[in-house]
């Protein structure tokens, strides 16, 4: 989150007008307040605290994705910033418009992140994004949008690879042992895994695993 805010930010400074930097400036400031303070309660909830979260490293997929984001920002051209950040916001939209049709999860926690990311405003955002990057790939043209074409599915890729919940087999033993820290957290409140489970394994999701699971320490480093 902390990155992705930053990637924002860039896109603040280089949009080519007024209007784009006034959004990007106001998407920056909802990413550092409002989602940020969603994150942080997710992470509360696990007994994690602020201090805590603020020194948690980020895993080696959320590195490479930001480490992407941000050098796409800084020194690609702005068709390819606009490139870049949309899989995640569009991502997002999509997987919380299904998990919504779903009905309403057993854990309210899964309903605030899809309450916050099925709303008609997030929405909006994520049309808005859309139609930045077809404007900016028009003006272009030719090069400059196969080079946001590239970042678009750069981007994509991270967020599938991002999405899937870490384990012991394919990410090694620090995740592995972060999985089992969070675990020992809900049994000693009395939560049980079916409640926890998350909708994804109930439902499905469009990238085969919700990102849901994923919020707190992974996503806060992004």
Known sequence: ?????????????????????????????????????????YAAELGISRAQLEREEMLPTTQGYTDFLVRTAAVGDFVELTGALLPCIWGYAEIAERLAGGGAPADARYGHWIAMYASSEFAELVGWARGLTDRAAEDVGGAGAQRARRAF??????????????GPASTG????????????????????????????ARSGSIYGTSRIGQVGVFRYGS
């Open 153 to 166: 599915l750069t981007s994509s890729r991270y967020e599938l690879a991002f999405c899937r919940w870490p």
């Open 1 to 41: 989150m902390i990155e992705f805010a930053r990637l924002h930010a860039l896109g603040a400074a280089r949009a080519p007008g007024l209007p784009e930097m006034t959004r990007f400036a106001d998407i920056t400031q909802g990413l550092l307040h409002m989602e940020m303070d969603l994150h942080r309660s």
């Open 173 to 200: 033993s620090r995740e592995a042992d972060w999985r089992a820290r969070a675990e020992r957290k809900r049994e000693e409140r009395g939560l049980s895994d079916s409640r926890h489970a998350g909708p994804s």
